[in-house]
C-alpha cells in the first residue's frame, strides 16, 4: 500500500483526527491572533511601566488594577462612557426602526434597492472625513449655526451632545441593516391578520412588529453599543474637553507610556461588553447576528 | 479536561513571548547606557526615517513652495520618511520602536530617550555645522549629560499665548485671560493637551502666588503640586477643548471655537494665511518653552545619512528657512544672516542668551527636585501625567 493511500485510509478510518487536521489551521489563527492578544493584554496589566522612561517592568501587582477602582476620575469616565454609549444605542434605534420598517414594509422593490445603496454608502466613506465634516457642521460659524439660528438658537458646539450624535450616525447603518433584515422575515399575513382583527397600525405595530423584531433591534445594539465603547478618535474631534475610556488607554500609552496601566483600563470594556452579551443572550439576539 | 489544558498551554506561551519582548530596567538614577558615538561615517544608505514636530521637516506636502527635504534627498540621495508628532510622549513611545532614526526631541523627551537608551552619543566632530551653533545652546542638561554631547541644538521659542485679535479686546498680556475662574472667554479656551501643561499652571502661580515658592515650574513639592492641579480643574470648566494637533487648533481659532489658548508661532502663521485675525506674544509672567535638539536612534541602520541630515538641517541656509517657518529663533548662528525677514533673529531673540534663559524649557520632571532642594521629594512625570487624566475628568 502507498503512502498517500495509506493515509487517506487511516484518515478515514479515523473521522475525529480528520476533522481536527482540518479545523486546526483557523482554530490556531483564532487562538493567537484573537484569545492570545485578549491574554497578552490582560497579563500586561499586572506589570508596570518605569515612569521615567516608559519602559515595562514585569513586576507581578494588582497595583494597577487598584489605582483602577480606587481612583474616581475611572469611574467617572466609565460611566460618561457608557453613558454616551447607551445614548448612541438609543438614538441610533430611534431613528433606524421607522426607516428599517419602511424599507422592509413599504417601499417598492426599487426604492427599496436604493435605500439600501444610499444606508450603505457612508460605510464606504472615511471615518475621518465624516467626523471632521460634523466638526465642520458644528462649529462656532458651521451650518448648525446658521441652520438653529434661524429659530434663535445655537449650535451645541463641541462637547459629550456632538459625540454623541457624530458617533449616533457613525453607526447607524450598523442599526438598520439588522432591523431591516428581521422585519423583512416578518411575513406579511400577520399584519393583514392584525388588521382583520381591527388592529390600528400603532397597535399593530406595538403587539405585532415589536415583539417579533426586538431580537434584531438587540443585535444591532451590539454593533452600537461596542463600537462606541472602544471610540476615541470621535471624541477628540467634536467631544471639545470631555474623555472617553479609549482615550484614557491611548493616553497611557500614547502620552504616559504606561502599556500596562493602558491594559488595564483597557478590561473595563470587555467585561462590560461580556456582561452586555451574557445579558442580551437570552433575547435570542445572538442568533440574529 | 483537554480544554483546560489547552488554555494553559496557550497562557504559558504567552508569557514566554511576553517575557521576551521586554527587559527590566532599573530606574531612579540617571546613568545612560553604556553607547558609543561613531568615529567615521561610511557610505550614505539611501533611506532615513525622520521623527520631528510638524513644521521641521517640510517636504512639500502641506505647502509645495515650503520644501527642504526635497534637496537633501537631491543632495545625498538619502530617501527620507518624515512622521510628525504633537507632543514629547508620543515622540518618546515612537522612538521606543526603534524604527526612526533621527528625532527632534525637545527637553521633556530628550533626557528620556537618553536614560532608556533609544538614541546614541553624537560625535559632533562629524557634523561640521555644529561649530556655529551658538555658544550657550552646546552641552547643556536637555542635550548633554557628564559633558557628552547626544545631540544637535536646533532651535528654541516660547509656547505663546494667542487670541483672535477681532473677538479679544484689549489684547491680552497675562495668562490671566485663561486661568482666572470669571475670564471674559469662558468656554472659549484651548490649552494644550499634554501633562507638561502643568508646568504653565505653575509657572502663572509662581507670579501671582509667591507664597507658594515655586522656583522652577518643572520642580514641584506636594503643596505646590496640588495648588497647579486645583488651578487646571478650575481651568477645565472654561476650556472649549484641549489641543494637540495643531492644525485642529488653527481650525478652532479660525472658526471661532476658541478665542483664546497657548498656541506655537507656526499655528498663529497658519491661522494667518487663512485669514483668520489672530494675534500671539509672550505674556508678561513668562512662558514655557522648547529647545529642541535633533538626536540619532542607536539603533539606526541609516547612520550616515541620519549625520547629513543632521547636518544639513542645521547649516545656514536651511535652519533660517525652518527657523522662519516654525517661527522659533535657529541655533545656527550664521542662520540670522540667511533669514529672508533681515529682523527675523532680533525679534526672536536668537543672539540673546540672556533672553533665552528667561523661558522656562520643557524638562522631565523628576522625583529629585530639579530647583536642588533635598529636604522634599518633587512630583515626577508618573504622577504628572495620572494628575493630567484627572484634570481632564
Given at each position: 500500500m502507498s503512502i498517500p493511500t495509506a493515509v487517506s485510509s487511516f484518515l478515514y478510518r479515523k473521522p475525529r483526527i480528520r476533522l481536527g487536521l482540518l479545523l486546526s489551521g483557523p482554530m490556531a489563527w483564532l487562538g493567537v491572533a484573537y484569545l492570545a492578544a485578549l491574554a497578552a493584554l490582560f497579563v500586561t496589566a499586572f506589570w508596570r511601566a518605569?515612569?521615567?522612561?516608559?519602559k515595562v517592568i514585569i513586576d507581578w501587582s494588582m497595583d494597577n488594577f487598584h489605582t483602577l477602582f480606587t481612583d474616581k476620575v475611572y469611574r467617572a469616565v466609565t460611566m460618561r462612557t457608557i453613558g454616551i454609549a447607551v445614548g448612541v444605542t438609543v438614538l441610533d434605534a430611534v431613528i433606524a426602526f421607522p426607516m428599517a420598517l419602511y424599507m422592509a414594509k413599504v417601499a417598492t422593490p426599487r426604492a427599496r434597492r436604493m435605500l439600501v445603496i444610499a444606508i450603505m454608502?457612508?460605510?464606504?466613506?472615511?471615518y475621518l472625513v465624516k467626523v471632521y465634516s460634523w466638526r465642520v457642521m458644528l462649529s462656532g460659524n458651521g451650518v448648525m449655526h446658521w441652520l438653529l439660528s434661524q429659530f434663535g438658537l445655537d449650535t451645541p458646539g463641541y462637547g459629550l451632545f456632538a459625540t454623541t450624535l457624530t458617533l449616533a450616525y457613525l453607526w447607524l447603518p450598523y442599526m438598520i441593516l439588522p432591523i431591516y433584515a428581521g422585519l423583512d422575515r416578518l411575513p406579511d399575513s400577520l399584519l393583514d391578520a392584525s388588521s382583520d382583527l381591527g388592529g390600528r397600525s400603532w397597535q399593530t405595530i406595538r403587539s405585532v412588529v415589536a415583539p417579533m423584531v426586538l431580537p434584531s433591534v438587540v443585535a444591532g445594539s451590539i454593533f452600537t453599543f461596542s463600537l462606541t465603547l472602544g471610540d476615541y478618535i470621535t471624541v477628540k474631534i467634536v467631544g471639545g474637553p470631555s474623555q472617553m475610556l479609549g482615550n484614557v488607554v491611548y493616553d497611557n500609552i500614547?502620552?504616559?507610556?504606561n502599556l500596562p496601566f493602558a491594559a488595564t483600563v483597557a478590561c473595563i470594556p470587555v467585561v462590560l461588553i461580556l456582561i452586555y452579551l451574557a445579558a442580551v443572550r437570552r433575547t435570542g439576539a445572538l442568533d440574529n447576528l | 479536561m483537554y480544554r483546560k489544558a489547552t488554555l494553559a498551554g496557550l497562557f504559558c506561551a504567552v508569557l514566554t513571548v511576553a517575557a521576551c519582548g521586554t527587559q527590566s530596567t532599573s530606574s531612579g538614577g540617571f546613568t545612560p547606557p553604556k553607547l558609543e558615538a561613531p568615529t567615521k561615517l561610511g557610505a550614505a544608505e539611501g533611506a532615513l526615517n525622520v521623527l520631528a514636530?510638524?513644521?521641521?521637516?517640510?517636504?512639500?506636502?502641506?505647502?509645495?513652495?515650503?520644501?527642504?527635504v526635497g534637496p537633501f534627498e537631491a543632495q545625498t540621495g538619502c530617501k527620507v520618511n518624515v512622521k510628525t508628532f504633537g507632543t514629547s510622549d508620543e515622540a518618546v513611545n515612537l522612538m521606543g520602536t526603534g524604527q526612526y532614526d533621527v528625532v527632534s526631541a525637545s527637553g521633556d523627551a530628550s533626557l528620556r530617550l537618553i536614560a532608556s537608551g533609544d538614541v546614541a552619543p553624537v560625535?559632533?566632530?562629524?557634523?561640521?555645522?555644529?561649530?556655529?551653533?551658538?555658544?550657550?545652546?552646546?552641552?547643556?542638561p536637555w542635550n548633554s549629560v557628564n559633558n557628552v554631547a547626544y545631540g544637535i541644538p536646533h532651535g528654541w521659542g516660547a509656547n505663546l499665548l494667542a487670541w483672535r485679535g477681532d473677538k479679544?479686546?484689549?489684547?491680552?498680556?497675562?495668562w490671566s485671560v485663561m486661568?482666572?475662574?470669571?475670564?471674559?472667554y469662558k468656554g472659549k479656551i484651548t490649552p494644550y493637551d499634554?501633562?507638561?501643561?502643568?508646568a504653565d499652571a505653575a509657572l502663572y502661580l509662581m507670579a501671582h502666588h509667591p507664597?507658594?515658592?515655586?522656583?522652577?515650574?518643572?520642580a514641584l513639592d506636594d503643596k505646590q503640586f496640588q495648588a497647579a492641579v486645583d488651578l487646571l480643574k478650575q481651568q477645565r470648566g472654561n476650556v472649549s477643548e484641549y489641543w494637540s494637533d495643531y492644525l485642529k487648533e488653527s481650525q478652532a481659532f479660525n472658526s471661532g471655537n476658541s478665542l483664546v489658548g497657548t498656541a506655537w508661532q507656526v499655528t498663529v502663521n497658519t491661522a494667518k494665511t487663512q485669514g483668520t485675525d489672530i494675534d500671539a506674544t509672550l505674556p508678561s509672567e513668562g512662558a514655557t518653552g522648547w529647545s529642541d535638539t535633533w538626536m540619532v536612534s542607536?539603533?539606526?541602520?541609516?547612520q550616515t545619512c541620519a549625520y547629513q541630515w543632521m547636518n544639513y538641517i542645521v547649516s545656514p541656509k536651511v535652519n533660517a528657512q525652518v527657523a522662519e517657518y516654525f517661527g522659533e529663533a535657529p541655533a545656527?548662528?550664521?542662520?540670522c544672516a540667511q533669514t529672508?525677514?533681515?529682523?527675523f533673529c532680533d525679534t526672536y531673540h536668537a543672539a540673546d542668551a540672556a533672553f533665552a534663559s528667561k523661558i522656562s524649557y520643557w524638562t522631565t520632571p523628576l522625583a529629585q527636585c530639579l530647583d536642588g532642594r533635598t529636604n522634599v521629594t518633587c512630583a515626577d512625570y508618573g504622577k504628572w501625567t495620572r494628575a493630567w487624566t484627572e484634570i481632564k475628568g
Open positions: 518605569d515612569s521615567f522612561t516608559g454608502t457612508p460605510l464606504w466613506a472615511s500614547g502620552a504616559a507610556g | 514636530w510638524p513644521g521641521y521637516a517640510e517636504n512639500g506636502s502641506n505647502d509645495p513652495t515650503v520644501n527642504w560625535n559632533t566632530a562629524l557634523v561640521p555645522n555644529y561649530a556655529d551653533t551658538f555658544a550657550y545652546l552646546k552641552n547643556r479679544v479686546a484689549p489684547a491680552p498680556t497675562s486661568f482666572d475662574a470669571n475670564s471674559p499634554s501633562p507638561i501643561y502643568i507664597d507658594l515658592g515655586i522656583k522652577n515650574p518643572y542607536a539603533k539606526s541602520p541609516h545656527n548662528s550664521k542662520a529672508q525677514d533681515t529682523h
